[in-house]
């Protein structure tokens, strides 16, 4: 990975839900191209501040800039210029293949020619065009997550926002979706994901992991590891994170 540009920047992000607390004036940058791994247990606060990243909500005080575009005051260009995959399955299960690429793509702003053009890319690379009229519900687990990933990315975004976009499914297609991820991040794009398994945050460039709000380890795996003297990632988070006193 190069480091270049901040695709990311955020200093000092805060946000409140009356007396509570939920994100804690957390600091950090993210660059083109990098995978950022964005861990924490449950109630941490990364599903908040992520919220806030994607211009879905508004930071009580702190600021943070994505894609070059200010959260507070451009909300509704940073949803423009990301993607964006939950951890529940987002497509329209019942609707087609190519039902679904035409509705997000329209979404997200694409003319009938870029869509045409887009759609025939991605029919290409994974090998789906004899499912274009498929109905979503139909496709095996992989296919889907396939789909979800290739129609959050369909307007070449800057940065993919993925939140836990591998729960629930088996190791083998744990492995091909990473696979997409690297391709994705081998091309430019920026990859900030949150995932509940330990082992793939191994597969990230830098990993954060917040506690109680607060962010209290953020560098490399290897640099983590080597930090508090582990073996995995899974060490490492059970030692960052043994004090916090939130839960679900």
Known sequence: MKKCDKVISVKDLTKKFGNFTAVDHITFDVQKGEIFGFLGANGAGKTTAMKMLCGLSRPSSGSATVANYDISTQGEEVKRHIGYMSQKFSLYEGLRVDENIKLFST???????????????????????????????????????????????????????????????????????????????????????????????EYCNR??????????????????????????????FRIVAKDAIRED
Not at 208 to 216: L, P, Q, R, T
């Open 207 to 236: 990993v954060s992991i917040m506690v109680d709000g607060k962010i209290s380890a953020l560098d490399s795996p290897k640099a983590l590891k080597e930090k508090f003297n582990v073996a995995t990632m899974d060490e490492v």
């Open 107 to 201: 979404i997200y702003g694409m003319t009938d020619d870029m869509i045409k053009s887009a759609s025939d890319r991605l029919y290409k690379s994974l090998n789906m065009e004899g499912m274009k009229k498929t109905l979503v519900k139909d496709l095996p687990v992989g296919w889907k997550q396939k789909l979800a990933f290739a129609v959050s990315t369909i307007h070449n975004p800057e940065v993919v926002f993925l939140d836990e976009p591998t729960g629930g499914v088996d190791p083998v297609t744990r492995r091909k979706f990473w696979e997409l991820i690297y391709k994705a991040s081998e091309e430019g794009m920026t990859v900030f994901v949150t995932t509940h398994y330990l082992d793939e945050a």
